[in-house]
């Protein structure tokens, strides 16, 4: 109905889409479950929403629906454009999801291999960290958001999703240190 009344919220023309990396360096502190409800969140306000699965474990492609071993094949993930003579843009990646203003590039545990494909290509290439912001600038004149779900380690994938956004939500989930009891000082007493 939004499309039939014009009421769909997009951002204007000369609006920059909003690139935003779910970083963290360590696991388990829900990047992926965040990237997931974020997506879907803005699926529902009417925004259009890439997510780019950048992590091996897929984490994000299973929460959509996908099987990594099963559904996805190597050549659908970011494999292909971190290659040397790799896919000139990232748009070969994307797959509709079950949610309606979801795209997805998936992932699978083949994409780990993209960490020694793009290790390869920094020798003599200055430019070459950015070679993700690039694929993704390409991608997201489609979107109003693009997010991306980088793997849990300082890895050259994690430097370019790093690279590639414009915004970064960083989760990070109380743990025991946090909550480490401590007398208080005398005069708080």
């Known amino acids: 109905m939004r499309d039939v009344f014009g ?9 920059t889409p909003i690139v935003l990396a779910v970083q ?3 696991g388990s502190v829900g990047k992926s479950t965040l990237t997931c409800h974020l997506a ?5 306000k ?3 929403v890439a997510v780019i699965d950048c992590d091996s474990q897929a984490s994000t492609t299973t929460i959509f629906g996908f099987n990594p071993d099963i559904d996805i094949d190597d050549e659908q993930t970011l ?12 748009k070969y990646g994307l797959r509709a999801t079950a949610w309606t203003g979801i795209d997805l590039i998936p992932a699978n545990l083949g994409l780990y291999r993209a960490e020694y494909e793009a290790a390869s290509r920094l020798r003599g290439n200055p430019d070459a960290p950015d070679r993700l912001r690039r694929g993704v600038e390409g991608l997201a004149v489609d979107y109003d958001v693009v997010l991306l779900d980088p ?9 370019a999703v790093l690279r590639a956004a414009n915004a970064l939500l960083i989760p990070t989930p109380p743990s025991t240190v946090d909550c480490v009891d401590r007398p208080l000082p005398a005069d708080d007493r």
Request: glycine share 12%; hydrophobic share 30%; net charge positive.
């Open 7 to 15: 009421t769909r919220p997009r951002r204007g023309p000369e609006d």
């Open 24 to 26: 963290n360096f360590k």
């Open 40 to 44: 879907q969140y803005l699926a529902l």
């Open 46 to 48: 009417g925004y259009r």
């Open 79 to 90: 494999l292909p454009f971190f290659r040397h003579g790799g896919e000139p843009d990232l």
């Open 151 to 159: 793997p849990p380690a300082l890895g050259m994938l994690s430097l």
